[in-house]
C-alpha cells in the first residue's frame, strides 16, 4: 500500500512559479512510475509529467519547456516545478504512483494503482 501526500499548491499571477511536492509513505513498494495529473473543471484528468523508475520522463505538450518533474529516492519525494505559469494552467493537480507497465508517449491514467488527494493551483491574468 502507497498513501501520497501532495502539497505546494496556491494562488499565483500568470508567468509566476509555483514547486509542488508529493511525499510517498511507504518504501515498502516499488513504483515503476510517478506522475503528475491535473483535472480542471469540467474537463477530463489529463497527465501532465510522468518520471520512471529509470529516470526517463514524459510532457504534455502544453507544459514542455516550462514545467519539470523530478525526484529524490532519499525522500521518496516527486516534484513538479511549474515555471511562467498561464491561467489554463488553473486545476487541481494529482500526484499518482504505478506500479505496473505506463506508456511512457501516452501514459494512462486507468494504469495508476495510488493517487493523492489532489491540491489546487489557481493562475490569474
Known amino acids: 500500500q502507497v498513501q501520497l501526500v501532495e502539497s505546494g499548491g496556491g494562488s499565483v499571477q500568470a508567468g509566476g512559479s509555483l514547486r509542488l511536492s508529493c511525499t510517498a509513505s511507504t518504501t515498502d513498494s516499488i513504483t515503476n512510475c510517478m506522475a503528475w495529473f491535473r483535472q480542471a473543471p469540467g474537463k477530463e484528468r489529463e497527465a501532465v509529467a510522468t518520471i520512471y523508475i529509470d529516470g526517463v520522463t514524459y510532457y504534455a505538450d502544453s507544459v514542455k519547456g516550462r514545467f519539470t518533474i523530478s525526484q529524490d529516492n532519499a525522500k521518496n519525494t516527486v516534484y513538479l516545478q511549474m515555471n511562467s505559469l498561464k491561467p489554463e494552467d488553473t486545476a487541481v493537480y494529482y500526484c499518482?504512483?504505478?506500479?505496473?507497465?505506463?506508456?511512457?508517449?501516452?501514459?494512462?491514467?486507468?494504469?495508476?494503482?495510488?493517487w493523492g488527494q489532489g491540491t489546487q493551483v489557481t493562475v490569474s491574468s
Open positions: 499518482a504512483a504505478a506500479m505496473g507497465w505506463v506508456s511512457r508517449s501516452n501514459p494512462d491514467k486507468a494504469r495508476f494503482d495510488y
